[in-house]
């Protein structure tokens, strides 16, 4: 389903996870079911040199994977955690490259971030908000084509099977515009 308001795109699954407010946070609930979906809200970037971060509570489990995207008309770039090695938080160029060092122990949440500085991505991740080390990857902004938009989304891959119900939670979306451009 998409639906789509004045200068904003939000694109919502009928699939789940479904997102619901919860405590004034975006709370995804995942399903138990053997079947790939993926939820995002995403809206345009701005032609500008922008950061995008969010918190993100989260334990992934078979196949479920959360964090931010930014998709363009050719290709996706995002900073996921998900259950990759034992778990990880991994930047993906999908279908091109990744980077994923290990995730904190026992999951605690993390602060994500992409950042578009002189049209490269760049993602890096933080457990206390103040240390950001990169995440090893660096993407164009071009290579992702025409179009941007940025987000969050939440997923499952078909490979999953466990009888656990995780959930993401969202604490928070924030954008920094640092330097507008003409368009």
Same mark, same amino acid.
């Given at each position: 389903?998409?639906?789509?308001?004045?200068?904003?795109?939000?694109?919502?699954?009928?699939?789940?996870? %479904?997102?619901?407010?919860?405590?004034?946070?975006?709370?995804?609930? @995942?399903?138990?079911?053997?079947?790939?979906?993926?939820?995002?809200?995403?809206?345009?970037?701005?032609?500008?040199?922008?950061?995008?971060?969010?918190? %993100?509570?989260?334990?992934?489990?078979?196949?479920?994977?959360?964090?931010?995207?930014?998709?363009?008309?050719?290709?996706?770039?995002?900073?996921?955690?998900?259950?990759?090695?034992? #778990?990880?938080?991994?930047?993906?160029?999908?279908?091109?490259?990744? #980077?994923?060092?290990?995730?904190? #122990?026992?999951?605690?949440?993390?602060?994500?971030?992409?950042?578009?500085?002189?049209?490269?991505?760049?993602?890096?991740?933080?457990?206390?908000?103040?240390?950001?080390?990169?995440?090893?990857?660096?993407?164009?902004?071009?290579?992702?084509?025409?179009?941007?938009?940025?987000?969050?989304?939440?997923?499952?891959?078909?490979?999953?099977?466990?009888?656990? @119900?995780?959930?993401?939670? @969202?604490?928070? @979306?924030?954008?920094?515009?640092?330097?507008?451009?003409?368009?």
């Amino acid at each position: 389903m998409v639906d789509s308001l004045p200068g904003r795109r939000r694109v919502v699954s009928l699939e789940l996870p %479904l997102p619901i407010w919860e405590c004034g946070s975006l709370l995804f609930l @995942f399903s138990a079911r053997e079947k790939t979906y993926s939820t995002s809200l995403l809206r345009p970037a701005p032609a500008a040199d922008w950061t995008i971060s969010t918190r %993100l509570d989260f334990k992934s489990v078979d196949g479920t994977s959360a964090g931010l995207t930014v998709n363009g008309s050719r290709s996706h770039f995002r900073v996921i955690r998900w259950d990759l090695d034992g #778990g990880s938080i991994t930047a993906e160029h999908l279908g091109h490259l990744q #980077g994923n060092p290990r995730d904190y #122990g026992g999951q605690p949440p993390v602060e994500l971030r992409i950042e578009c500085r002189k049209g490269m991505l760049i993602s890096s991740f933080s457990r206390d908000g103040l240390k950001y080390p990169e995440l090893p990857l660096q993407v164009p902004a071009a290579a992702l084509g025409d179009r941007l938009e940025f987000g969050i989304e939440a997923a499952r891959s078909t490979w999953g099977g466990s009888s656990e @119900f995780p959930s993401a939670r @969202f604490s928070y @979306f924030h954008l920094n515009v640092e330097q507008l451009q003409n368009h």
